[in-house]
């Protein structure tokens, strides 16, 4: 996280976006997560020689966009030779994450009026 906190600080004296500074951080914990979930799933390491002969490999990764309300994070999901690995950290078939809508349905919940909502949106 150091470099979290230097890259944030540097963005905010040099007067930068720092939902930019955000976004990058989250697409590589994102990524990291993902090779480490295939990692767990197939009980080695990458490189380890214990994977020679194990019946499952490492078989690349395909590419995938989700929108966040930082912007668009460029997900590297792995895969397995076997296609068996079901990653559990993005929704399958899904691009984008619920945060405005779960925002606006709660605020709806509270008893805000829609015209209020939608003055808070603009």
């Known amino acids: 996280m150091n470099h979290f906190t230097t890259d944030l600080v540097q963005a905010l004296v040099t007067k930068q976006d720092v939902t930019q500074v955000f976004r990058d951080h989250l697409e590589k914990a994102m990524n990291h997560l993902l090779q480490t979930e295939l990692t767990a799933f197939l009980d ?20 995938r966009t989700i929108h966040t309300e930082y912007g668009d994070l460029c997900l590297s999901i792995p895969r397995d030779r ?8 993005v929704a399958p078939y899904k691009s984008s994450n619920d945060t405005l809508e779960s925002f606006v349905i709660h605020m709806f919940q509270k008893g805000v009026t829609m015209t209020e909502i939608s003055d808070l949106l603009e």
């Open 82 to 89: 076997n296609g068996e690995f079901k990653q559990q950290t």
């Open 44 to 63: 080695y390491e990458k490189y380890d020689r214990a994977g020679v002969n194990s019946g499952n490999s490492r078989n690349g990764a395909y590419s």
